[in-house]
């Protein structure tokens, strides 16, 4: 039988919701980014549905987003990811975002030194992967000082996609003097499309996890929770 997938992704500003049999691209959905992700992404996933049952399908498995990215936005991801998936009796793949940044940067510019997914993480931060062109991690996901990232940038032939620095003097730089290559914008969003690739892989190594133990992985705490520790005696003891 054909597994047929969903993949949700709404780490960034501009959020979509996929269709998927297996690793194959049946239909994407682009969310609104005028409207609030919490009222386009109930509609675009009742289209897919629609769209599944008119192909005479079954949802086979879910795959997800789990960040790193907007505190609000996987918040609501991760929770329709679980809510669908607990009331059809489906598995969820939680996907790393930056994995799913870098997954059509190997592609579209194979046998590069290295891939790099940052995000800007606001504060003076970034959240950066780097992977190999064989998709092995050379540097976990996690979340640093901006600065810390650029004293990285020494790798020649590195593929960088982010918008936290475009434009920058520095950055066209870096560019001439370590041949690295900047993306277009193109690649800065992640899409739910390449979610559902790297989904469809975990569901066949069985590599998923029960609705309910679904999780966001903020990697840090927001800035609300940070203040509040401050503004709270003894918090930092």
């Not at 597994?3 to 992704?9: K, P, S």
């Not at 897919?48 to 879910?62: F, W």
């Not at 790099?116 to 992977?131: K, S």
């Not at 739910?192 to 679904?214: I, K």
Request: include cysteine; charge should be positive; aromatic fraction near 6%.
């Amino acid at each position: 039988m054909t597994h047929w997938q969903i993949a949700i992704e709404t780490s960034c500003r501009l959020g979509s919701v996929a269709l998927l049999r297996q690793d194959r691209p049946v239909e994407q959905i682009v969310l609104a980014a005028d409207q609030r992700t919490a009222q386009t992404l109930a509609p675009a996933l009742h289209r897919l549905l629609t769209s599944l049952r008119a192909a005479g399908g079954s949802l086979g498995g879910i795959s997800v987003s789990v960040g790193p990215g907007s505190f609000t936005g996987l918040r609501i991801g991760v929770t329709a990811a679980k809510s669908l998936a607990y009331a059809l009796g489906c598995q969820v793949a939680a996907v790393d975002t930056l994995q799913a940044m870098i997954l059509p940067m190997r592609r579209d510019f194979p046998q590069q030194n290295g891939y790099d997914a940052v995000l800007n993480a606001y504060r003076g931060q970034v959240f950066w992967r780097r992977e190999a062109h064989d998709g092995q991690p050379l540097v976990a996901t996690q979340v640093v000082d901006q600065t810390d990232w650029r004293g990285r940038l020494n790798e020649p032939n590195l593929v960088v996609a982010g918008d936290v620095w475009a434009g920058r003097e520095w950055a066209t730089q870096w560019q001439m003097t370590q041949h690295g290559r900047l993306t277009k914008s193109d690649y800065w969003t992640p899409q739910a499309v390449e979610v559902g690739r790297l989904g469809w892989a975990a569901h066949r190594l069985g590599q998923t996890t029960d609705p309910l133990n679904l999780k966001p992985n903020y990697l840090r705490e927001s800035a609300a929770a940070e203040q509040k520790k401050l503004k709270t005696p003894g918090a930092n003891s």
